[in-house]
């Protein structure tokens, strides 16, 4: 991919060809979405090279935890090529998700595309370093004791806090169903109950020790 990409940027982006301009189609409609996701795994991939153990913001020096910090903003300026890479790559996968989903109905598969919403998104992931505002990072979430699981289950993802999804109008919900319907037919939402109410467990307690909140 990164040949690709060289090639692309040297062939492509200076004559602004078809492929350069839906390529900056693309970047602009992905807005700070897509410059974030971007910036988060250039970082991830510079501090692993420095042998940075762990994996996720968590385990970044502290100032790079926060995506607005004067740290990130200089990282994102003095990294910008590798952002453009990282863009590519997203672009790709978008070309592709498109090329399939149209596939499937010339083929008369009547749904086309059916696609998946996982339960939550990754402690140490883009979603929680993006939005951390967004996230209750002092739980996650999980299912109570019951006869399938007599200690309970823990998932290990920060829930999402109710009283912020009504604030902000469920945007990052509604982006979220958006993105993912772009090129489907179905969307199956995990664990649909969360919809609803999700069992929050204090971070570091046992799964027991936690309780239901409604949404």
Same mark, same amino acid.
């Given at each position: 991919?990164?040949?690709?990409?060289?090639?692309?940027?040297?062939?492509?982006?200076?004559?602004?060809?078809?492929?350069?301009?839906?390529?900056?189609?693309f970047r602009h409609a992905g807005g700070e979405t897509l410059r974030l996701a971007s910036l988060y795994y250039?970082?991830?991939?510079a501090f692993h090279a420095r042998g940075v153990r762990g994996w996720g913001w968590e385990s970044w020096p502290?100032?790079? +935890?926060?995506?607005?910090?004067?740290?990130? @903003? &200089?990282?994102? /300026? !003095?990294?910008?090529?590798?952002? #453009?890479?990282?863009?590519?790559?997203?672009?790709?996968?978008?070309?592709?998700?498109?090329a399939v989903g149209k596939r499937a109905l010339e083929l008369s598969l009547g749904i086309g595309l059916y696609?998946?919403?996982?339960?939550?998104?990754?402690?140490?992931?883009?979603?929680?370093?993006?939005?951390?505002?967004?996230?209750?990072?002092?739980?996650?979430?999980?299912?109570?004791?019951?006869?399938?699981?007599?200690?309970?289950?823990?998932?290990?993802?920060?829930?999402?806090?109710?009283?912020?999804? +009504?604030?902000?109008?469920?945007?990052?919900? @509604? &982006?979220?169903? /958006? !993105?993912?319907?772009?090129?489907? #037919?179905?969307?199956?939402?995990?664990?649909?109950?969360?919809?609803?109410?999700?069992?929050?467990?204090?971070?570091?307690?046992?799964?027991?020790?936690?309780?239901?909140?409604?949404?």
């Amino acid at each position: 991919m990164e040949r690709l990409y060289e090639h692309f940027r040297l062939h492509h982006l200076p004559q602004n060809t078809e492929r350069a301009q839906s390529f900056a189609a693309f970047r602009h409609a992905g807005g700070e979405t897509l410059r974030l996701a971007s910036l988060y795994y250039a970082l991830q991939e510079a501090f692993h090279a420095r042998g940075v153990r762990g994996w996720g913001w968590e385990s970044w020096p502290e100032p790079y +935890r926060d995506p607005h910090s004067t740290a990130v @903003v &200089e990282f994102a /300026r !003095e990294h910008a090529e590798r952002l #453009g890479y990282y863009d590519y790559l997203q672009w790709n996968a978008e070309q592709q998700l498109d090329a399939v989903g149209k596939r499937a109905l010339e083929l008369s598969l009547g749904i086309g595309l059916y696609q998946d919403i996982a339960v939550g998104a990754d402690p140490g992931g883009i979603e929680t370093w993006a939005e951390r505002e967004l996230f209750a990072i002092g739980a996650v979430v999980g299912a109570p004791p019951d006869e399938f699981n007599l200690g309970g289950q823990s998932w290990g993802m920060h829930p999402v806090l109710p009283d912020r999804l +009504r604030e902000t109008a469920y945007s990052s919900f @509604v &982006e979220l169903l /958006r !993105e993912n319907m772009r090129h489907a #037919g179905a969307l199956r939402i995990d664990h649909v109950m969360a919809l609803m109410r999700l069992y929050w467990i204090p971070r570091g307690a046992k799964p027991d020790r936690g309780g239901y909140v409604s949404y």
